[in-house]
């Protein structure tokens, strides 16, 4: 009998919450295979078995927060003869055959009953399993509000609560109000990662002198130059796509190095200045913003750049981060403009000293010498902490890199 057990995955790490079972009891699983997954503060853990055999024990159920250190299932490698279950993602609500085997018992530790005496599948969501197993409630007693069918923790809630029975002298006026709809109102239970990143959001705004200052960016000879070399670019670096994030990374970069305090943090009553290079890259995610970092951006060229955004970006995407590609970075850019954003207050990631904010590129009438043309303007903002950074460091930093957009040939001096 071998122990599944949450691993160490990293220092700053000591729980997690179980979000999939892809195996279930009775299973059988192959060394090294994949059987549950575990949401931390920063990535999605895999959790794989050590020994081949049959998974005779659940522990721990879906929604449930797990240490460090804790036994959440069991495999026996001498049991024999069960055959696989379907995979989560693949387990759909309907009826299964009447040829199928049973599924073995649930372990105690999960007295909800998943299935209906007619051996349909009852839908619900993690949470409210969770509190159908705290209750002690049969999910196939609840009655859902979802027209759907699915089973949510409002509905294990009211389960089994009736209202009071009036006073006998009761009158019309007298009796409570009428239950609000809850139909009109879906409760869902933040992830860990919302709530992390929900926490040291509020950190951030309540620990730092954080002020913002703007700029305006013509992008009218980024653009050109872009538009002049991608198609060789991506013929000359294995198909790789030539964008804005690298002209602004490889900018930003050269600018740290003139600004030292953008690239710096406070640790205790010391002001730690940053001699690396690794810039923070926010992508979104179904899951909500993560900010993989870009390494020692002074040591690559624009295809390595974009190389390393694209592979970053995939990952999130797929939740394949590691903590690795999370942990120290230096400076974060973040562009809203994807998301048609005019213009933003960004707010400092982690520890840092400040983040850059790129927004939606609009063509607006401006002053060129003494004519109006109309241009590609993208607003940039740069948010940062006072206490490190004063307003002519920030300004100036600003302004150099509004500078090396404008005139893109600059880029390759400095870098």
Do not use: C
Not at 44 to 69: F, K, M
Request: no cysteine.
């Amino acid at each position: 009998m071998a122990d599944i057990i949450v691993p160490e995955l990293a220092e700053s790490i000591t729980e997690g919450e179980i979000v999939r079972w892809v195996k279930q009891v009775g299973d059988s699983v192959e060394k090294g295979e994949f059987i549950v997954e575990l949401e931390t503060d920063k990535v999605n853990a895999e959790i794989i078995s050590e020994e081949a055999g049959v998974l005779t024990e659940i522990l721990a159920q879906e929604g449930d927060v797990v240490e460090v250190g804790a036994v959440i299932a069991r495999v026996d490698a001498n049991a024999t003869g069960a055959a696989p279950a379907p995979k989560a993602e693949e387990a759909k609500p309907e009826a299964p055959k009447a040829e199928e085997a049973p599924k073995a018992a649930p372990a105690p530790a999960a007295p909800v009953v998943e299935e209906t005496s007619s051996n349909e599948r009852i839908i619900a969501s993690p949470a409210a399993r969770k509190l159908a197993r705290e209750k002690g409630i049969d999910l196939a007693a609840v009655s859902p509000v979802d027209p759907q069918g699915r089973v949510r923790v409002q509905d294990v809630a009211a389960h089994g609560t009736a209202p009071a029975a009036p006073a006998a002298q009761a009158t019309p006026a007298a009796q409570a109000p009428k239950a609000v709809d809850d139909s009109r109102v879906e409760a869902v239970k933040m992830t860990r990662r919302q709530q992390t990143a929900a926490r040291k959001l509020l950190e951030v705004s309540q620990n730092t002198a954080m002020l913002t200052t703007f700029n305006e960016i013509d992008m009218t000879a980024v653009m050109a130059l872009r538009s002049r070399k991608k198609d060789a670019f991506m013929e000359n670096h294995d198909g790789t796509k030539l964008g804005f994030m690298s002209f602004f990374t490889k900018a930003v970069t050269a600018a740290l190095k003139k600004y030292p305090a953008v690239n710096a943090k406070i640790v205790g009553d010391e002001i730690h200045y940053n001699k690396f290079y690794d810039v923070g890259v926010a992508v979104s995610t179904p899951d909500g913003l993560v900010v993989p970092n870009v390494r020692d951006t002074d040591r690559k060229n624009f295809a390595e750049i974009e190389a390393d955004i694209a592979e970053l970006a995939v990952k999130a995407r797929n939740k394949k981060l590691a903590l690795s590609d999370l942990e120290g970075g230096s400076f974060t850019i973040t562009n809203g403009g994807i998301f048609g954003s005019l213009m933003s207050t960004p707010i400092i990631n982690g520890d840092q000293a400040a983040i850059l904010g790129m927004h939606n590129i609009v063509k607006r009438p401006i002053a060129v010498g003494d004519e109006i043309e109309l241009r590609p303007m993208m607003y940039v903002a740069l948010s940062y902490d006072h206490r490190i950074i004063n307003g002519k460091e920030s300004v100036g930093f600003l302004k150099m890199v509004k500078d090396l957009i404008e005139n893109p040939e600059d880029l390759l001096l400095e870098g």
